[in-house]
């Protein structure tokens, strides 16, 4: 398979972990640490609010834990460009959306909503030819992923 011949349905992460717009900062930090992720796409229902960077989130850092608590990452977002793709446009259009718009990933959305995510590191091992996304068809599974704190009990 060429390179021009490649949709960003066929390039872009399936499982991924979001954030609500009303989840704190600090949680959102978690969440991609734990996950070993750069990116959280900030979802309502399936509605895409934007995405959240670990450069984003960390240039926004302000105060401790306890003023990261109070604080929403959709705040994060407000006057954010929000450049997405669709599932059938070709990988040479996702790369140049994600240049026009200065980032290095976009979320993925059908008239379903969100259904994936493609980063500058998908666009390359897709241009390599080490994309272990190529699959034709298939059923698109994004989950949602969730960590309640715990905070221990004071004896």
Do not use: Y
Request: hydrophobic content about 40%; glycine content about 10%.
């Amino acid at each position: 398979m060429n390179i021009e011949s490649l949709t960003a349905e066929q390039v872009m992460s399936r499982i991924l972990v979001a954030v609500k717009p009303d989840e704190s900062p600090l949680m959102a930090w978690e969440l991609m640490r734990r996950a070993g992720v750069h990116h959280l796409p900030v979802v309502e229902g399936q509605h895409v609010v934007g995405l959240l960077s670990r450069e984003h989130l960390a240039a926004s850092w302000s105060g401790g834990p306890q003023e990261q608590s109070n604080r929403q990452v959709g705040e994060l977002l407000v006057g954010e460009r929000r450049p997405r793709v669709r599932p059938d446009d070709p990988l040479t259009q996702v790369a140049a959306v994600m240049t026009d718009a200065g980032c290095d990933a976009v979320p993925v959305v059908s008239g379903q909503g969100l259904v994936g995510m493609i980063t500058a590191r998908d666009v390359v091992s897709a241009v390599a030819g080490r994309s272990h996304h190529l699959k034709e068809g298939g059923e698109v599974v994004t989950g949602m992923f969730h960590l309640e704190p715990v905070i221990p009990a004071r004896s």
